[in-house]
């Protein structure tokens, strides 16, 4: 794994998504534009009714430091621990659906 390579440890953002698609594509931007530069992010939509799935996959289409995968909706603690089974990181970082994180945040949460 590249994360253990690298004198950073890798940073799992997990996002559990329901229904969110007004507001997924500006979370995922917010992690996105992150000045840390070891980190991961699985968003587990939950069944949405909306197009969250879509959204989401296609707002971070060609960006392998994004996976983002669909569920039966089983509820927010369901898609939070089957994102940490996927994680890969050091630490886990939850963010939801409709948050943003300042650039610096990863960075300073890691310190």
């Known amino acids: 794994m590249e994360a253990e390579k690298s004198p950073s440890p ?16 500006e979370t ?3 992690i996105r534009k992150s000045n840390y530069p ?7 939509d939950d069944g949405s ?3 969250t799935f879509e ?9 392998d430091r994004f996976r983002v995968i669909r569920q039966e909706n089983r509820g927010v603690s369901a ?7 996927l994680s890969q990181g050091r630490y886990i970082l939850p963010v939801d659906a409709d ?3 300042t650039p610096d945040f990863i960075a300073r949460a890691v310190e």
């Open 49 to 51: 009714k909306d197009e």
């Open 10 to 25: 890798l940073v799992s953002v997990i996002v559990p998504a329901y229904n969110m698609e007004r507001y997924v594509a």
């Open 38 to 44: 070891h980190w991961e992010a699985i968003v587990v």
């Open 99 to 101: 948050d943003l994180i």
């Open 55 to 63: 959204r989401a996959r296609r707002h971070v289409e060609g960006d």
């Open 79 to 85: 898609a939070r621990n089957h994102a940490l089974r």
């Open 28 to 30: 995922l931007d917010s």
